[in-house]
């Protein structure tokens, strides 16, 4: 009788903490697939010696897109289209379990601070609907302008706070951070 009492108690508890244990699991994984986008984007447009667009498309999607050098006999000159839909697509990501683009007031910034313009894509000083930016064949990240710009994506799944993250990227050098907001602060 008290083993079943003991299995019974077990049980309840772990049908508690099961939903939110699968949360924060699945907002872990989406933040990983944020930090490996920008590193395999990185990582490619130094080696590729090509640039590398991001493509930020709300409300969870990712677009890792290769600028082509394009010759333009008319002219004689060589060019490359930031952005265009000509160039090949590397990586096309979704972020999972119903995780998106989305910013917590209640959370603040990181302890890296980039991110409190334009939330929840911090990396544009004015708003853009679908937030691009680049890595160079140098590996730095850079905006439309080719200025070197630091950024913050912020993660949640709908209202729960809990699974608020974060990952900022320090543009000059690729250094990629990703935080977890622990009910009072960010932690990495």
């Known amino acids: 009788m008290i083993i079943v009492g003991v299995i019974g108690v077990l049980m ?4 508690l903490v099961m939903p939110n244990m699968l949360r924060q699991a699945k907002a872990d994984g989406s933040t990983a697939v944020v930090v490996d986008a920008f590193r395999v ?3 490619r447009a130094i080696s590729e010696r090509r640039n590398m667009d991001l493509i930020f498309v709300p409300p969870n999607r990712i677009k890792v897109v290769r600028e082509e050098i394009i010759f333009n006999s008319v002219t004689g000159t060589w060019s490359s289209a930031y952005g265009a839909s000509g160039n090949p697509t590397v990586m096309d990501l ?5 995780q998106r683009f989305m910013y917590f007031d209640a959370t603040g ?3 890296d601070g980039f991110g409190l313009t334009n939330k929840p894509l911090a ?5 853009m609907t679908t937030p691009i930016v680049m890595f160079t064949s140098e590996g ?16 949640a799944v709908g209202d729960q706070l809990s699974t608020a993250r974060a990952v900022t990227i320090f543009g000059i050098t690729g250094l990629v951070r990703s935080w977890k907001w622990d009910g009072s ?3 990495e």
């Not at 979704?94 to 119903?98: A, H, I, T, V």
């Not at 990396?123 to 708003?127: D, I, P």
């Open 185 to 187: 602060k960010w932690v």
């Open 12 to 15: 309840t508890t772990a049908t």
């Open 41 to 43: 984007a990185r990582e």
């Open 94 to 98: 979704y972020l999972e379990g119903n």
């Open 123 to 127: 990396f544009h000083k004015t708003a």
């Open 140 to 155: 730095t990240l850079v905006d439309a302008t080719g200025d070197p710009v630091n950024g913050t994506v912020f993660l």
């Open 109 to 111: 910034d990181t302890k």
